[in-house]
DNA sequence: TCAATATTTCAATAATTGTTGTACTATTGA
DNA sequence: TCAATAGTACAACAATTATTGAAATATTGA
């Protein structure tokens, strides 16, 4: 991953209420939702609602599919995997030690042994 | 890690600046790097500098030692390594079978098999 | 066809963040 | 002790980002 994509990644989930977007996105799985049930499910009024979803959606975390009138949006899980990646690399890079700890903190993660 | 960490962490890297800081710091390794030493590697004016050093200070990220007239900063790379495990969950959490991809990434990330 | 619905675009404004220069504090070494 | 050095704090300003309301576009269902 570029560091200017890592960049704007950053800079998208770098707002609450566009991280609260993105996480509910996340918990809502494949089928997403529409851009009014993220706006009721948010309290946000749908100006500003679109606003960040633009934002989101130009950084690449969301992919966004026209259904009728409907606007359906969906988290890119596989950008937020590169972006882990990057940062895994980015720690571990010139300090090979630093790869035991981030190494450890996986097994933590990991459900199976 | 609660959210509104990862969210004070994100608003760090936002700035491309603050990121190549951090960069700087995490592949200077274990000893980090005075301010002086930062503020001429990226050309930054010092009180730039001072600016975007306090907001990663304050954010987690880096980690200051006195020493003498001299402020060394050094990388905080736990921080870094619990965002990448939030970052995990957050994405696995609703969704099992997202966590196969992100363990096929993490295979690629490893150096050992 | 047409009113209702979903969402976006645009312009105006509010709020936040970044940058610069000057002044200040603390430490060193002569 | 004192001039030089390292860094930060503060205030002013510039620049960016967030929020709102009104208007526009597109789609649906009656």
Chains 1, 2 share one sequence.
Do not use: W
């Not at 996340?26 to 993220?38: H, K």
């Not at 980015?90 to 450890?104: K, L």
């Amino acid at each position: 991953m570029d560091k200017h994509i890592a960049l704007a990644v950053f800079e998208s989930l770098s707002s609450g209420l566009r991280l609260d977007v993105f996480r509910l996105l996340v918990r809502s799985g494949p089928d997403g939702l529409v851009a009014g049930e993220i706006s009721a499910a948010l309290d946000v009024t749908p100006t500003n609602l679109s606003f960040h979803l633009k934002a989101l959606t130009q950084a690449g975390l969301l992919t966004v599919t026209q259904e009728g009138r409907y606007q359906r949006y969906r988290a890119d899980l596989p950008l937020m995997q590169k972006l882990i990646t990057y940062l895994t690399e980015e720690c571990c890079g010139g300090n090979p030690e630093c790869c035991f700890d981030i190494s450890a903190s996986r097994k933590t993660a990991d459900t199976n042994p």
